[in-house]
């Protein structure tokens, strides 16, 4: 079974950028989709961006489209999510997850803090 640990979260002004990095383990990453989410306080969890595995295929929210990039690499076992010109309301713990489809995930990590202040 893959398991998940994220990092890169941290402290960033509004309009800068930060890059989160999900590190997988696991000889069977390369067959999982891949998404990352995410939950704001007092929200629900909600879909960012996904990642298909054998095409590589890339969905994300609307409210990302063009700021956030998913991308993977197979060989390290990584996945990343590449977050550009940063608002307020990006502000939530991220959270890396593997699934068997990018519409079905059963397999997450711990979480990293994203904080965006104004």
């Known amino acids: 079974q893959v398991q998940l640990v994220e990092s890169g979260g941290g402290l960033v002004q509004a309009g800068g950028s930060l890059r989160l990095s999900c590190a997988a383990s696991?000889?069977?990453?390369?067959?999982?989709?891949m998404g990352w989410f995410r939950q704001a306080p007092g929200k629900e969890r909600e879909f960012v961006a996904a990642i298909g595995w054998r095409r590589g295929n890339t969905y994300y929210r609307d409210s990302v489209k063009g700021r956030f990039t998913i991308s993977r690499d197979n060989a390290k076992s990584m996945v990343y999510l590449q977050m550009n010109s940063l608002k307020p309301e990006d502000t939530a713990v991220y959270y890396c997850?593997?699934?068997?489809?990018?519409?079905?995930?059963?397999?997450w990590g711990q979480g990293t803090q994203v904080t965006v202040s104004s």
């Open positions: 997850a593997a699934g068997v489809t990018t519409s079905d995930y059963n397999i």
């Open positions: 696991g000889r069977t990453f390369g067959s999982y989709a």
